[in-house]
């Protein structure tokens, strides 16, 4: 293995270290080795819908077999598997009480105070099934839109199942959104119900979500909605309105534990998601259910390398897109066991995360970057919270998700917590792509930190310039989609022009989806390196640069916890760079923050070049990050300017933080 204290000399898009898959786990995978991996591309090449319509048929349970596997007729809304029916819930469910996984633990709730509670594939059929009927008594059916706005919880799981069961559209909203939010949701989904729970458990805190869900109601506009439904998680007051609202455990009381699956088409929009808004205003993202449900299985095993064995855990919450793929829809369509997290990553310590891993014996983790970082920072703070301190024997592969994972990061993920055992998958991916797209396969591809390798088989990725045109290998550019794929955005709710423009332009042809990320191939390789939001390209006196390669310089540096940077209007050189910093050690101000600030520009120019030394260095406690944990940029983009902020920021988690990053060191 090489050595890896710094970048010196040549920086994240030169990474020179490389970790093929260990032998054994490769002799064990499902996709094992590179010939296995060229071989799948090869049958997509060779017949792209012959390749798809197999793995529907192998990987799904059909009620009624399709035979159109893909329609580009009204392309870009395109169609897959359009004349099959098949209902998510009955594969995730029932197909595991027919194929002898009945009694085998479906979920493994841990809980915020470490209480644990568990639920085989039997009884989340019986609990989701009375779940549905509920629904039903209520007079909710098929294409309707329920928002579920809940805690993490076999609840939450169940509520998704259950309106799937029934062919009803959910639309989660995670729990720590505003009233305002919630209500603007339920107003753009035109949602008829709200299932919600009386509070949730954080951080050793109750935090309300059923006063909030009051609170969105009352602010009008909502004439939809005609049931709230409410599980008791904490017992904690709170207000009640008489014929709308109706308690969970008394909805499912008397139902029956049968519930027949409603049949939908495979068009059948399973759910609206809302993006995260790190660039923009969030987009209600619409899914299908055959081609996103195709996916979240097949990824289980593809990425995940899933095995009857395994505990899987994915710390990403109901709320995003990473909690639909691999926490209510991916783990059960394989009949994994999973664990469902309701805690925070600093409760009661930052050896949260590592103190489960070792309680339940997970051996599969996926977690995101904004996590790892702040571990580190952590566990360089306290040596008891850290990894080394805890058993995780029972690792054997490691993910991230999310935003790109700096090397360094990477580096220090795969020696403490895989403890260069276990591969790590970095999987780019995004709300719209409903599940992973470029990612290493962990017995087949060789890793190189901080890039996500190499699109899945059939996934046709490239690189092109403003114009659409190619560009070769060694040079970056705009990453796009070549070819629709199953799981792919139907459209955007209620949007479907905002839908063509965002993600299917003119400029590009109108035929490439258009990830709206940056990135670069490698010239030997042909590696995919995520290098940063397009919006977020910096150009300094004519050199173009992603976001990427600076914060992982900077990253690089060992006492930097994290970092963002963005371009800020200068007279001399068209753009100059400027980077939010936080220290491993406390904020620093005055002379010291000046004397850092000069040490770590010289960093960055001894790391990648002159050019890219930040012209100006901020320090903060934290950077202004959406709620699902990326960084805004956009925002410290303003700040950069000195001007103040009008955009959206119903997204960002820490509003706090932007009035501390207001001033240079
Ligand atoms: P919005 O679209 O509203 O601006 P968002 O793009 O952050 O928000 P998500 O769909 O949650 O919303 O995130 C997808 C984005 O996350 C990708 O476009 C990419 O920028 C980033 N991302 C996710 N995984 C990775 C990864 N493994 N490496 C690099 N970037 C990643
Ligand atoms: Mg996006």
Known sequence: MAETETNQDHGALHEHRVFPPPAEFAANAAISGMDAYNKLCDEAAADYEGFWGRLAREHLDWHKPFTSTLDESSAPFYKWFADGQLNASYNC??????????????????????????????????????????????????????????????????????????????????????????????????????????????????????????????????????????????????????????????????????????WVDAEHPLFILYTSGSTGTPKGVQHSTGGFLLWAALTMKWTFDIKPDDVFWCTADIGWVTGHSYIAYGPLAVGATEIVFEGIPTFPNAGRFWDTIAKHKVSIFYT????????????????????KNYDLSSLRLLGSVGEPINPEAWMWYYKNVGQERCPIVDTFWQTETGGHMITPLPGATPMVPGSCTLPLPGIMTAIVDEAGADVPNGQGGILVVKRPWPSMIRTIWNNPERFKTSYFPEELGGKYYLAGDGAIRNKDTGYFTITGRIDDVLNVSGHRMGTMEIESALVANPIVAEAA?????????????????????????????????????????????PIAKPKEIRFGDNLPKTRSGKIMRRLLRVLAKGEAITQDVSTLENPAILDQLKESA
């Open 368 to 387: 995101a970057p904004t996590a790892i970082r702040s571990l580190i920072k952590a566990s360089d703070v306290d040596e008891k919270v850290h990894p």
């Open 565 to 609: 940077v963005v371009g800020k209007p200068d007279e001399t050189t068209g753009e100059s760079i400027c980077a939010f910093v936080v220290l491993k050690q406390a904020r620093p101000t005055g002379e010291e923050a000046k004397k850092l600030a000069t040490e770590l520009r010289n960093w960055v120019g001894k790391e990648i070049g």
């Open 93 to 262: 469910l029932d197909r595991n009480l027919q194929n002898g996984n009945a009694d085998k633990t479906a979920i493994i709730f841990e809980s915020d105070d470490g209480t644990v509670t568990r639920a085989t594939y039997r009884e989340l059929h019986e609990r989701v099934c009375k779940f549905a009927n509920g629904l039903k008594s209520r007079g909710i059916k098929k294409g309707d839109r329920v928002i579920i706005y809940m805690s993490m919880s076999i609840e939450g799981v169940a509520a998704m199942q259950a309106c799937a069961r029934i062919g009803a559209t959910h639309s989660v909203v995670f729990g720590g959104f505003s009233a305002k939010s919630l209500q603007e949701r339920i107003i753009d989904a035109g949602a008829v119900a709200v299932i919600t729970a009386d509070e949730q458990q954080r951080g050793g805190k109750s935090l309300p979500l059923k006063a909030i869900v009051d609170e969105a109601l009352a602010m009008g506009g909502c004439d939809t909605i005609r049931d709230v439904i409410v599980y008791k998680r904490t017992g904690g007051n709170i207000a009640w309105t008489e014929g709308r609202d109706i308690w969970l455990h008394e909805l499912v009381e008397n139902q029956s534990a049968e519930c027949e699956p409603e």
